[in-house]
């Protein structure tokens, strides 16, 4: 059975990153990478999910897995991958409808050590700061405005499917940061903790929390943010001109 949540300790060589919502967009990591001076001998970057679907090179999600210094959990569109090979019917069709028809061209092999490399990917990461500290990542919300809640079920291995939907799909905390719903949007048990899922036209910030989703493969922007309470965030262009920093807050 995969590992549901994965712990990582401080990295005392380099640098962390976490990077928001790929979508196949890796000419876009790679321009950001580069820009940034990224030593894959030391330093590390983590995903907040969805590197696949709707942009151009899904296929590419695979060498990044294997990376060892990339380090992803699951989001949605992993999971509506693996619905669809696992299901068919209309877990397939509404992966199609969502970007996932370039699977469709994958030779088998490929395809299926790819499917098994996402079926290894969690659903949550703790990491912890070399300032001290532990910094966490969920794709879309936690349970119970609680990470230590959230962890502690996904430790026992025990993630029903409201849980598995809350994790993946839920925008209420979004929402809420956004001003188009009420509720909390700090989350209880963790000194910062990094969000995707929602697209949102600049990397947010709001008491611990950061949003990383910032449209890359709708002509937005990719953005990549220093692992830490007070670390900073770059946001590279889709036609790599421009890199913008800072966050906006809330």
């Known amino acids: 059975m995969p590992e549901l949540i994965h712990d990582f300790d401080a990295n005392i060589a380099g640098r962390d990153y976490a990077v928001g919502d790929i979508h196949g967009c890796f000419y876009m990591l790679d321009a950001l990478l580069e820009r940034l001076e990224f030593d894959v001998a030391k330093d590390r970057l983590f995903s907040v999910g969805d590197l ?13 897995i294997d990376a060892p210094w990339f380090h992803a959990i699951r989001g949605n569109h992993e999971q509506m991958l693996l619905d669809a090979v696992d299901h068919g019917g209309q877990d397939r069709a509404l992966w199609h409808m969502n970007g996932g028809d370039w699977f469709e061209a ?54 029903e499917a409201e849980a598995l939907s809350l994790l993946l799909w839920n925008r209420d905390r979004a929402d809420a940061l956004n001003g188009r719903g009420s509720g909390q949007v700090a989350v209880d048990g963790v000194d910062v903790i990094y969000f995707g899922h929602t697209p949102m036209r600049d990397a947010m910030a709001c008491a611990n929390t950061r949003w990383l989703d910032t449209g890359a493969f709708m002509g937005g922007r990719l953005s990549i943010a220093e692992l830490g309470v007070a670390g900073e965030v770059w946001s590279l262009s889709s036609d790599l001109d421009t890199l913008y920093r800072g966050w906006r807050w809330v």
């Open 52 to 64: 696949i679907d709707r942009g151009p090179d899904s296929e590419r999600a695979a060498e990044f």
């Open 106 to 159: 994958v030779e088998p092999l490929a395809a299926d050590a790819l499917t098994e490399r996402v079926r290894q990917l969690p659903l949550a990461a703790a990491i912890e700061l070399v300032e001290g500290g532990t910094a966490a990542l969920v794709h879309a919300n936690v349970i119970d405005h609680s990470f230590a809640r959230t962890g502690a079920l996904l430790g026992a291995a025990s993630a």
